[in-house]
């Protein structure tokens, strides 16, 4: 059992940055492969970005490589997703998640309960 909790989100203007984290507790962190997805308004959530267990293995959607950067800091079972020049589709709820096993992308295990994210133009 991982319980995770998010922080960070707010409102921020269109070209700005916010850092979300999310903290893990009730397991062993540094075992699972972390990520995070995002639901906008009217729209199914979708995979932003992913990271295995070492850091040696990292996944980004192509509607945020070169803008977004997924770390994690196992010492402090927390998994950051820092995120720059955002732009008004940017605009969601964040998700973060939690797995065993090596997929990046899916069957996440673990679901936090979100962090908004508002981008203002």
């Known amino acids: 059992q991982v319980q995770l909790v998010e922080s960070g989100g707010g409102l921020v203007q269109a070209g700005g940055s916010l850092r979300l984290s999310c903290t893990a507790s009730g397991r062993t962190f540094s075992s699972y492969t972390m990520g995070w997805f995002r639901q906008a308004p009217g729209k199914e959530r979708e995979f932003v970005a992913a990271?295995?267990?070492?850091?040696?293995?990292?996944d980004y959607a192509d509607s945020v490589k070169g803008r977004f950067t997924i770390s994690r800091d196992n010492a402090k079972n927390t998994v950051y997703l820092q995120m720059s020049a955002l732009k008004p589709e940017d605009t969601a709820v964040y998700y973060c998640a939690a797995r065993t096993g090596i997929r990046l992308r899916m069957d996440y295990e673990y679901w936090g309960q979100g962090t908004q994210v508002t981008v203002s133009s």
């Open positions: 990271i295995n267990w070492s850091g040696g293995s990292i």
